[in-house]
């Protein structure tokens, strides 16, 4: 089973576009995380969620939307795509009080 | 100045060699200390968390100095398995600050 997934794994669209990412954890963790890593390979967080309520939103462009319907689940919704927008996107998930995060695989989004 | 930071590299080592990666950290409020790998194309997954008194995971090592903010990583002989990018991490709270990452590649 896997723990935190993520889709879809590749996104190509055309500037302007809206689009969404889903990430789902079934580790029962309380919080949930949207990173985006880009051409650098630097990984930056943009949200966090810990049981539905945003505790983290770092600087992003409002055209960036965080929903949690359940602990379990993270979406991202993107509007109005830019060429900028372009990177790797990873859902994760961690318990609080313990250590680590848990990644998903990915989604690549490319926008053209 | 980074929150995180580390040495890029390249890193490029034959079999069977030690290998060493630093990383620094700005905020003095840090609670916790890890490294991730990451291989190409693939999620960061957590290698070994770091403790203060330093801990060792089979050919790893890792230690901390929380009076001069630096964290280390050791590798002994390493392995072609080991090649990946080795992400410095650290956590304030529920909040993940991640370094730019140490590339590592070991050749025949």
């Known amino acids: 089973d896997t723990a935190v997934s993520q889709t879809p794994k590749y996104l190509v669209t055309q500037m302007g576009n809206d689009k969404s990412i889903k990430c789902e954890q079934n580790l029962g963790h309380d919080t949930m995380y949207w990173y985006k890593q880009d051409s650098k390979k630097f990984l930056k967080i943009m949200f966090s969620?810990?049981?539905?309520?945003?505790?983290i939103n770092e600087t992003v462009p409002n055209r960036f939307s965080p929903k949690s319907p359940d602990k379990a689940h993270l979406n991202l919704h993107i509007n109005s795509l830019e060429l900028g927008d372009s990177a790797v996107y990873f859902c994760a998930s961690s318990q609080s009080g313990l250590r680590e995060q848990y990644f998903g695989p990915g989604t690549r989004l490319t926008v053209t | 100045r980074k929150e995180v930071e580390q040495d890029p590299g390249p890193f490029n080592v034959p079999e069977g060699a030690t290998v060493a990666f630093n990383c620094t950290y700005s905020n003095s409020a840090s609670q916790s200390f890890f490294w991730y790998r990451q291989d190409c194309r693939k999620e960061p997954k957590l290698l070994m968390s770091v403790y203060s008194s330093g801990n060792e995971d089979g050919r790893f090592t890792a230690q901390l100095n929380r009076a001069s903010q630096y964290i280390s990583l050791l590798i002994r002989d390493s392995k072609l398995s080991d090649s990946a990018t080795y992400l410095c991490v650290v956590k304030i709270g529920n909040d993940m600050r991640f370094g730019a990452g140490t590339r590592l590649t070991v050749k025949p």
């Open positions: 969620y810990n049981n539905k309520e945003l505790i």
